[in-house]
């Protein structure tokens, strides 16, 4: 063998193994062709090998393996090894590009396997974080229905006696002490229900023991509230055993009522609500709210966002039930229906 040409091909092929990472497989092959005619080029086909096993599919390195052994064995038909068969040598060349190709093939799987652990990584991050978000909007959405739930009927009233201060200065002076008074009340009171609003969402496992909850039996307090604000509440109960019904259905229901008679005093100030309710255990309860629309051009006595009916339908479809309102022959309906259970 000419020593000028294994010189030429060692030096051919340093120069040329860049290109084993620009073009895997086109630079081993290259390499692979230079390989075949002299050893000088046999580590950078290798590498080339060895390259093409770690970045390119199992197939393609195998055929990338084959050309290598192909290569080597063809160069030991015109240029025997000394010292060693060519079977024995054959064999030896096979190994090599056979190990080759696994090691690059076990890296390539290593580093899909790591690549796949920190997606997963990521993903289980982003899906904490978008937990996170969910639990932070639901939470909110929960202080924004219970102080509505708590302190929009209690604001509603205190309009209502401020009106009356407003339109009726001609009063007689202890009357207007009374509203003003009844005022003065209202606003501590709100002020005590929404301290206990911020205890129970600070501790929800104290405040759920410490705050009794109102429930359906609480509901002849609450028209009685109404109706000495002025209002004309008509109650109609037609319950078998509120008592047994359960706690979670009887706020809920209380809860209902109360935002039928803060909408009615708020946009149909003046108006004659009518509450009907009914329902035993093993049906329903059924509750329905009815009170004529106000007259055409009549300002509400306090503005409303809507919120209050959206927070209430979610409530109402917490529990189980259904509700539903709409305007028909003159009047506003608020129906709902809550499971009881026998």
């Not at 104290?206 to 705050?211: F, Q």
């Not at 055409?296 to 306090?302: I, K, N």
Request: hydrophobic residues 50%; aromatic residues 4%.
């Amino acid at each position: 063998m000419p020593l000028g040409l294994d010189i030429a091909a060692g030096v051919l092929a340093c120069l040329l193994s860049p290109l084993v990472l620009w073009r895997p497989v086109a630079g081993t092959l290259v390499l692979t062709v230079l390989a075949a005619l002299s050893p000088a080029a046999t580590p950078a086909a290798t590498f080339g090998a060895l390259h093409v096993a770690q970045r390119r599919r199992f197939p393609v390195a195998v055929a990338v393996g084959a050309a290598g052994i192909a290569a080597h064995a063809a160069r030991a038909l015109w240029q025997p090894m000394g010292g060693i068969s060519y079977g024995w040598w054959v064999l030896l060349v096979a190994l090599a590009y056979c190990a080759l190709v696994g090691w690059g093939a076990l890296s390539q799987a290593r580093r899909a396997l790591l690549a796949s652990l920190r997606e997963r990584a990521r993903r289980a991050e982003a899906e904490q974080g978008r937990r996170v978000a969910e639990a932070r909007m639901l939470e909110r959405t929960r202080i924004a229905r219970e102080m509505h739930d708590v302190l929009a009927h209690r604001l509603s009233l205190l309009a209502t006696y401020a009106g009356a201060l407003e339109y009726r200065p001609d009063a007689p002076p202890e009357k207007l002490a009374q509203a003003a008074g009844v005022v003065r009340a209202g606003v501590h009171q709100a002020l005590d229900e929404l301290r206990e609003v911020i205890n129970v969402l600070r501790d929800e496992d104290a405040g759920d023991d410490d705050r009794p909850q109102p429930v359906l039996t609480d509901l002849p307090a609450l028209v009685a509230e109404s109706r000495d604000a002025g209002g004309s509440v008509q109650l109609r109960d037609d319950v078998e055993e509120p008592a047994a019904l359960p706690a979670a259905a009887g706020r809920t229901a209380y809860r209902v009522v109360q935002e039928g008679l803060t909408n009615a005093r708020k946009h149909a100030a003046g108006r004659p609500v009518r509450v009907a309710i009914e329902g035993r255990p093993g049906t329903r309860l059924v509750i329905d709210i009815r009170n004529p629309l106000p007259p055409d051009g009549t300002a509400p006595l306090a503005p409303g966002t809507g919120t209050g009916l959206v927070g209430l339908t979610e409530r109402v479809n917490l529990a189980g039930g259904r509700l539903d309102h709409e305007v028909a022959a003159g009047e506003f309906r608020l129906r709902a229906w809550l499971p009881w259970p026998a």
